[in-house]
């Protein structure tokens, strides 16, 4: 089955480094989602890419966030400088929208589990 | 602003013990509500898709089942595999809401054998 890979797994760093995640989504899906999880906050979508173009990223702390596909094949999110309240697992998600019909749902990858200390 | 609660937030189940978990939404036109199931460090896994009030999808020993204002998952006897959180997710049909969607805080699901 195709999935969505995301690297790294985990990673733990300095208060104030520079932290990216990458994610390769299903091939032929148009739609790249990034989401943060938390226990207190649960599932919240930070930006998404349709046809490589973000079109929201309301989500997303923009001083300190930013989120990339440099390629068809190739979603990044960096964080700089990172904060210990940035401490989270973050999900890639990709999909097929398909206009007005139906939407094909979301697959997500296994997180990249970040810990800012 | 779409809205997703989920109920209970935490089951416990004997295997073989049925059970229902809950979904309400509030959406400005639905254009789709999904189920997913997500294992402790593990991405959310898709389970179902409904899209209009009576529909109904089954899959094994799960039935989801699709309402104007809520989503059941039926869990008809259980096995200690079922254990994980379940996710509930709606996607609004409005123009500017794209293809977002909005989770709710998830059902965590205890199966003991």
């Known amino acids: 089955d195709a999935r969505v890979t995301q690297t790294p797994r985990h990673k733990v760093t300095e208060m104030g480094q520079e932290v990216t995640m990458r994610c390769q989504p299903i091939?032929?899906?148009?739609?790249v989602f990034w989401y943060r999880q938390t226990m207190m906050q649960g599932l919240e979508l930070l930006a998404y890419f349709r046809n490589r173009a973000p079109l929201d990223d309301s989500g997303m702390p923009k001083d300190r966030f930013s989120a990339e596909m440099p390629d068809a094949t190739l979603a990044t999110l960096k964080i700089q400088p990172s904060e210990p309240r940035d401490s989270a697992v973050y999900f890639c998600?990709?999909?097929?929208?398909?206009?007005?019909?139906?939407?094909?749902?979301?697959?997500f990858g296994d997180g990249t589990r970040l810990s800012i200390l | 602003e779409d809205q997703v609660t989920q109920s209970p937030e935490a089951l416990r189940l004997q295997e073989g013990e049925s059970s229902s978990l809950n979904c309400s939404y509030t959406?400005?036109?639905?254009?789709?509500l999904f189920w997913y199931r997500q294992d402790p460090g593990k991405g959310p896994e898709f389970l179902f898709t409904l899209y209009s009030a009576g529909e109904e999808k089954e899959k094994e020993r799960l039935k989801a089942t699709l309402t104007k204002k809520e989503s059941f998952l039926h869990i008809t006897a259980p096995k200690p595999e079922d254990s994980a959180t379940y996710l509930c997710a709606v996607q609004a049909g409005g123009e500017t809401s794209g293809s977002r969607l909005t989770f709710g805080e998830g059902t965590q699901l205890t199966v003991n054998p």
């Open positions: 959406v400005s036109g639905l254009r789709g």
């Open positions: 091939l032929g899906h148009n739609t």
């Open positions: 998600a990709s999909g097929l929208v398909l206009g007005r019909g139906r939407n094909q749902p979301q697959h």
